[in-house]
């Protein structure tokens, strides 16, 4: 990183359906640094998609606001987080030839090969998000992380490619733009959970991440370094807590903090231990166990696991092996649910609070906050001019720094 470019702000938007979550980082010599967050109910949202533009603009403008007061920076520029059925993955390869005099990949050529890459049918209604290079062959050599300065005469990439609905993207940044922000780039969230908190060990190795939040459950899955799947479930946390409206015939308010005080995803030793649920009038209670609670929880829990396996699978090469599980988003606080993921996978599995950047780092260290710090992480780093919107952006220049983040 340059000298001269340290204590440049970049912030990052979280429009999520239960919480918007705006994040200013700044950065420093070490990386980046978080000098701000700022936290605000969300209404405007069904899994992932807007559906009430004025609900949303004044969520992120409370959100932004907050971060604002507690940084006292000005966000004008923010990275903003997709997601909703609408976003779309596949891996694609791209092929050119080198054709400078000395035969060396210079960077331009990369830029050129992963466009390449994104020759695809998308369709009139879709645009491409991302086009995450993977690994990159030289004349037939393969699994060169960065083919620049290598010699060759034919230069080939293996990309995961992320598409979105333009109509879900224009509503996004409508309300970005209401709320008086001009977005500096769009980042689909898994991607952005997973900057946050997977570690380069982890993605090499082979992990998944599912961001479980509260009506969308995120999935992306790193293989030798680099994404190779992700998707979206338009099921999350929200759920567990309506069937526990449902079964236990209270009120959702009186739901969610049950699930959050007395929930569990495994069975353990305070199965009959009672608590007291009131009825829907507010009235009077009635008494529980908590192993009643489980039998509606576990299978819920267990649903949302066996969605992402069946994406997962499908969607995997069958000689990609994967040695972890990484549980992020406000779903990840279940109690036992890093023990269920293990045993429904038969992997190890993990509860990742955001990590790779110093700050207020305790004002972060929460499963929740995964993707807003992402956004500031993975953002800049982008995945080389794909948006329209990011050569407008003034943090274009500091992309490079972040090159070596997903290598
Ligand atoms: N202690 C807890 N135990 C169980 N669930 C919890 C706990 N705390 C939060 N949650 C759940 O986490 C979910 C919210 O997570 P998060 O803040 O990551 O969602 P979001 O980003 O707003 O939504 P999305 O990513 O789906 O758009 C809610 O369903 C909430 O009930
Ligand atoms: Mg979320």
């Known amino acids: 990183m340059s000298k001269s470019s340290w204590g440049t702000t970049i912030a990052g938007l979280d429009i999520g359906t239960t919480k918007t979550c705006a994040v200013v980082a700044t950065s420093t010599p070490e990386g980046l640094d978080i000098i701000g967050v700022g936290e605000a109910p969300s209404n405007g949202l069904r899994k992932g998609v807007i559906t009430d533009l004025e609900e949303t603009v004044r969520s992120i403008e409370a959100a932004t606001e907050k971060a604002e007061r507690m940084s006292g920076v000005h966000i004008s520029h923010v990275y903003v987080g997709v997601t909703g059925e609408h976003v779309q993955s596949t891996n694609n390869r791209g092929v050119v030839a080198i054709s400078s005099e000395d035969r060396e990949v210079a960077r331009n050529d990369v830029r050129r090969v992963v466009e390449a890459s994104k020759l695809i049918e998308v369709g009139a209604d879709r645009q491409i998000i991302h086009a995450l290079a993977r690994q990159f062959t030289v004349d037939g050599h393969d699994g060169v992380s960065d083919p620049v300065g290598m010699s060759g005469s034919r230069l080939e990439v293996d990309t995961h490619i992320i598409t979105a609905g333009n109509t879900f993207i224009t509503n996004v940044l409508k309300c970005v733009h209401r709320a008086g922000l001009e977005p500096a780039g769009i980042v689909f969230e898994p991607l952005a959970s997973s900057a946050a908190t997977l570690l380069a060990e982890e993605?090499?190795?082979?992990?998944?991440?599912?961001?479980?939040?509260?009506?969308?459950?995120?999935?992306?899955?790193?293989?030798?370094?680099?994404?190779?799947?992700?998707?979206?479930?338009?099921?999350?946390?929200?759920?567990?807590?309506?069937?526990?409206?449902?079964?236990?015939?209270?009120?959702?308010?009186?739901?969610?903090?049950?699930?959050?005080?007395?929930?569990?995803?495994?069975?353990?030793?305070?199965?009959?231990?009672?608590?007291?649920?009131?009825?829907?009038?507010?009235?009077?209670?009635?008494?529980?166990?908590?192993?009643?609670?489980?039998?509606?929880?576990?299978?819920?829990?267990?649903?949302?696991?066996?969605?992402?396996?069946?994406?997962?699978?499908?969607?995997?090469?069958r000689d990609v092996v994967l040695a972890e599980i990484v549980l992020t988003g406000g779903g990840a606080h279940l109690r036992g649910i890093d023990q269920a993921a293990a045993e429904f996978f038969g992997l190890p599995s993990r509860v990742g609070v955001p990590t790779a950047i110093g700050g207020l780092t305790d004002a972060v260290r929460k499963p929740e906050f995964a993707t807003a710090v992402g956004l500031v992480l993975f953002g800049p780093k982008g995945d080389g001019a794909t948006w329209h919107g990011r050569n407008r952006s003034p943090f274009g220049k500091i992309a490079n720094w972040f090159g070596d983040l997903w290598n």
């Open 203 to 317: 993605r090499n190795v082979g992990v998944a991440l599912l961001d479980i939040g509260g009506g969308t459950t995120d999935v992306a899955v790193f293989t030798g370094g680099g994404a190779i799947h992700t998707s979206t479930i338009p099921v999350g946390g929200n759920i567990l807590t309506n069937d526990i409206a449902l079964g236990l015939k209270t009120t959702f308010a009186e739901a969610e903090s049950i699930k959050r005080t007395y929930g569990s995803a495994i069975a353990d030793t305070h199965g009959d231990q009672e608590f007291p649920v009131k009825t829907l009038d507010g009235k009077t209670t009635r008494r529980v166990n908590r192993a009643q609670l489980r039998a509606i929880v576990a299978p819920r829990v267990a649903e949302i696991f066996k969605l992402a396996k069946a994406q997962i699978s499908d969607r995997l090469p």
